[in-house]
């Protein structure tokens, strides 16, 4: 329990605006956020700005699933009366600090970010890399300093935008003289990074290799179904690999009743153990962990006015937080000032 006179560590954390979530941001990001919303003041972006960075030709896109994923928070168990959600471009503030954060980081330092390099690649940008995609590291940095958070929980893609977000904060409060900004800390849970059921290393929203958190009892199942197994195991009675086999990913991730798990890895390895029989176990986990979030999900969609104020109040209360924090940073830096 927090003394109730000691303020509330400050989690910030979000989500791009790209599509509804998946299990890799349940293991990634939504179990931490739902388990520290009770000691923490915690806020939650819909980074639909952020979103625009790689689909300034899909605005529709963007802006539809700002309510897909309210209401996948709140499925999942984020409470409105612990957790504030707010919207990324209503916030005048975030995109001022990201103007100004520009200056104290180099073009060099933004096409060395692993994270970035990456992302350039998976989208096939080339030499076309929108100016604001690669500059969102910054944004980034905008919104966790905004908000004064010193907690981010996130998967582990988002490590080394967090250190490039603590090198700005370093920057600005040298220049400052003193400590204006707060340095944050990544908080990445055990499964840091689900891979997509298609074998591929991260499942992404943009990279059609997820499974939603909405998805229906035969999407699950077809997409067990399809998963990348070890490709030499062929028949039941051959030995099989166990890592790099998403299906044990998986189980790994999600099975609560990990001696079982440890079994069927044992029995797998040593063959006579078919792909079917632990697919159909990895089946029945997934189900049964996604119907309730469902369930909760559809309930919610009938009362769109109830999730917009939520949105509403929640982003008229960050705008005052962050309109505060980009004032001291203004006054900090000796800038001019109106008023
Ligand atoms: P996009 O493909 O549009 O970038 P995404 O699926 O990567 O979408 P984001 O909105 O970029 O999702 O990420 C939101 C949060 O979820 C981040 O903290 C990120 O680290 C985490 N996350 C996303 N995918 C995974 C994953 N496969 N495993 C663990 N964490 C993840
Ligand atoms: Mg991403």
């Not at 168990?77 to 916030?91: E, F, K, Y």
């Not at 940008?125 to 905004?146: E, K, M, S």
């Amino acid at each position: 329990m927090q003394h109730p006179e000691q303020p509330r560590p400050v989690i910030l954390t979000g989500d791009r605006t790209t599509g509804p979530l998946h299990l890799g941001h349940y293991v990634g990001s939504l179990k931490n956020r739902v388990a520290l919303q009770d000691s923490h003041r915690q806020y939650l972006l819909l980074a639909d700005a952020q979103a625009l960075t790689d689909n300034a030709h899909n605005p529709t896109r963007v802006r539809d699933n700002v309510i897909e994923i309210v209401l996948d928070y709140l499925a999942v168990g984020i409470d409105p009366m612990l957790t504030t959600i707010c919207v990324q471009s209503h916030l005048p503030a975030l995109s001022d600090l990201t103007l100004l954060y520009m200056n104290f980081v180099t073009v060099a330092r933004l096409e060395r970010n692993p994270t970035i390099k990456d992302e350039i690649q998976a989208r096939e940008f080339g030499r076309d890399i929108p100016a604001g995609f690669l500059c969102y590291p910054v944004a980034q940095a905008a919104d966790i300093t905004a908000f004064k958070a010193s907690i981010v929980p996130v998967g582990e893609d988002q490590a080394p935008l967090i250190e490039q977000t603590n090198e700005v904060v370093r920057r600005i409060n040298r220049q400052a003289g003193h400590d204006v900004l707060l340095e944050a800390q990544a908080l990445i849970p055990p499964v840091g990074r689900l891979p997509g059921v298609d074998g591929k290393e991260k499942m992404s929203k943009s990279q059609g290799n997820a499974i939603p958190l909405s998805a229906t009892p035969d999407e699950i199942r077809d997409a067990v179904r399809r998963m990348f197994t070890d490709p030499n195991h062929l028949r039941a009675s051959d030995p099989g690999c166990v890592e790099g086999n998403v299906v044990f990913t998986y189980l790994d991730a999600f099975d609560n009743e990990q001696a079982v798990v440890a079994d069927l890895k044992d029995r797998y390895r040593r063959g006579g153990l078919g792909d079917s029989v632990v697919k159909e176990r990895l089946d029945n986990v997934l189900q049964a962990l996604l119907a309730p979030i469902r369930e909760r999900r559809r309930a919610l969609a009938r009362d769109p006015g109830y999730v917009i104020s939520i949105v509403k109040e929640g982003t008229l209360r960050s705008r005052e937080l962050t309109n505060s924090t980009l004032k001291e940073v203004r006054t900090a830096l000796g800038l001019f000032m109106l008023e």
